[in-house]
């Protein structure tokens, strides 16, 4: 699996100051933007033939370095990985971004997918009065395409996020959710993403987006 992703340096001012402080390295309108890096497990299904010309399930096990090598072109050394990037700011972290990441430096390597939330079918746990957020679950698809859509995936699933407090405000820290779906690689082609799938992902300190 092999990809030809074009490699974008930045890292800003504010970004070094956020590091020598332990915070997130980058703000939007709505609030600070918090990285998360990503641990992905998908339990792949696809149709192959035996030798004896008889159609039979492959069955393979894809892991964060797969999806990583997949999208990038090459398997993540100890410094590189993927990463999500949720608005702090949005109530209903309605959307999320996926990118291929190196932090030393710290390099975007590319986009792996976005994240997409069903905002109508959000749940929100909160404690004193309503005034700090704890808990957020909401359905979501995970949209992954890369290899200039020669890797592709959507996964559907219900996804909990526990939230932690980041300066004066409560933010995403871990995020999990099992997941289904569909996608294509080349090779084994098309193939369904099934029961043992997750992803799952932790809030770090110095990664933002350039």
Do not use: W
């Not at 069955?59 to 990985?81: I, L, N, Q």
């Not at 030393?104 to 009065?129: A, M, R």
């Not at 957020?133 to 909401?138: D, F, I, L, P, Q």
Request: net charge neutral.
């Amino acid at each position: 699996m092999t990809s030809n992703i074009g490699i974008r340096v930045g890292i800003s001012l504010a970004a070094l100051v956020a590091v020598g402080f332990g915070m997130p390295l980058r703000a939007s309108a709505g609030g600070p933007t918090t990285a998360h890096k990503v641990t992905i497990t998908l339990k792949t299904i696809s149709q192959t033939t035996n030798s004896k010309g008889d159609g039979q399930p492959d069955k393979v096990s894809a892991k964060t370095s797969d999806v990583f090598a997949a999208c990038v072109g090459h398997s993540p050394s100890k410094t590189e990985g993927i990463y999500l990037f949720l608005n702090c700011g949005d109530p209903n972290l309605s959307t999320g971004t996926i990118e291929a990441m190196d932090t030393q430096p710290l390099t975007d390597l590319g986009q792996v997918g976005t994240l997409t939330s069903d905002t109508e079918f959000v749940v929100v746990s909160t404690k004193g009065g309503g005034a700090t957020r704890t808990a957020v679950s909401v359905p979501v698809q995970i949209s992954i395409s890369c290899n200039a859509g020669g890797t592709t995936a959507d996964l559907f699933g219900i996804m909990n996020v526990k939230y932690s407090t980041l300066g004066t405000t409560s933010c995403p820290n871990s995020v999990s959710l099992k997941v289904v779906g569909t996608g294509f690689n080349d090779p084994p082609g098309d193939f369904t993403v099934g029961d043992g799938s997750s992803v799952s992902a932790k809030r770090v300190a110095g990664v933002s987006l350039p």
